[in-house]
Nanobody, 115 residues
Framework: VQLVESGGGLVQPGGSLRLSCAASGFTFSSYAMSWYRQAPGKERELVARIFRTSGLTNYAASIKGRFIISRDNAKNTVYLQMNSLKPEDTGVYYC?????????WGQGTQVTVSS
């Protein structure tokens, strides 16, 4: 199993970024996928989850209405569209899937929101 994130970077407050997570080594369409983030000095937290049926999602209260999770099962990729970014959104963003009996994480991508 391999999860590879991309799309992070430095953005000004109010800006947007789109994160991607390319998955391989398992039947992507059979599993829910999630995005987590970890801010400096804080614990890793769930940001958004999308279930196998892409119409079913859930979000952390702190980002609801600003972020959108989606997936393309043909491309084995899950996305996180982040809008109206705030400095408190700064952190490392990780792609996650519970595959078989394993917790599978990507290496993370840094998102920094600063003027």
């Amino acid at each position: 199993v391999q999860l590879v994130e991309s799309g992070g970077g430095l953005v000004q407050p109010g800006g947007s970024l789109r994160l991607s997570c390319a998955a391989s080594g398992f039947t992507f369409s059979s599993y829910a996928m999630s995005w987590y983030r970890q801010a400096p000095g804080k614990e890793r937290e769930l940001v958004a989850r999308i279930f196998r049926t892409s119409g079913l999602t859930n979000y952390a209260a702190s980002i609801k209405g600003r972020f959108i999770i989606s997936r393309d099962n043909a491309k084995n990729t899950v996305y996180l569209q982040m809008n109206s970014l705030k400095p408190e959104d700064t952190g490392v963003y990780y792609c996650y899937g519970y595959v078989g009996t394993r917790d599978c994480w990507g290496q993370g991508t840094q998102v920094t929101v600063s003027s």
